[in-house]
């Protein structure tokens, strides 16, 4: 078994837009990402303020 690779993206975004991009990104990881072969998990964080930014790990 190959080691796992963690990657993390940073995306920033309007704050009127944080909710609906973190749904897409649910959405996203429910359809495809879980189902690609080595998947193992997703975490997303979002800025309590929503003034920042999303991170996706």
Known sequence: MSNPVTFVNVIDVEPEK???LVELLK???EK???HRP???SVTLLAS???T???RVS
């Open 18 to 20: 944080q909710p609906e």
């Open 27 to 29: 959405e996203g990881t």
């Open 32 to 34: 495809v990402m879980k």
């Open 38 to 40: 080595g998947f193992i």
């Open 48 to 50: 309590a303020d929503k």
């Open 52 to 54: 920042l930014r999303v």
